[in-house]
């Protein structure tokens, strides 16, 4: 009984889920670049990520000093896509590295 009352709300969670994976910007943003496997696509990962970082402090700061309340949701909620683009990024670059380690070890043995 308690199963079925529960999963009208599992429908909902996944529903929600399965919509910010679509339009959440930072999940387009990621799922655009991680298209291509190149060292700038790292790059830009990362600088994004660390830009989102330094937002994360200055809103905390500005908690800290007397700002509203609220505005340690835009802290967590900065903090979550900064993880989230520099973990990206850290993919990406072992990617290229590892695409890289394969084509070097093709070079060697094909010579």
């Known amino acids: 009984m308690l199963l079925l009352l529960s ?6 969670v996944a529903a929600g889920h399965r919509y910010l994976q ?3 910007p930072t999940n387009v943003f990621v799922r655009r670049l991680s298209a ?3 060292w700038r696509t790292a790059a830009v990962l990362g600088v994004v990520g660390s830009t989102l970082l330094m937002a994360m402090h200055a809103a905390a700061s ?7 309340g609220w505005l340690n949701l835009l802290v967590l909620l900065l903090a979550w896509d900064a993880i989230k683009l520099e973990l990206a990024a850290l993919g990406s670059a072992a990617r290229c590295l590892w695409s890289g380690r394969r084509g070097l ?3 060697t043995l094909g010579s």
């Open 105 to 107: 070890r093709s070079a």
């Open 36 to 38: 291509k496997e190149r």
């Open 62 to 68: 500005a908690v800290a000093n007397g700002a509203p």
């Open 22 to 24: 679509i339009y959440a």
């Open 7 to 12: 999963l009208p709300i599992v429908a909902a």
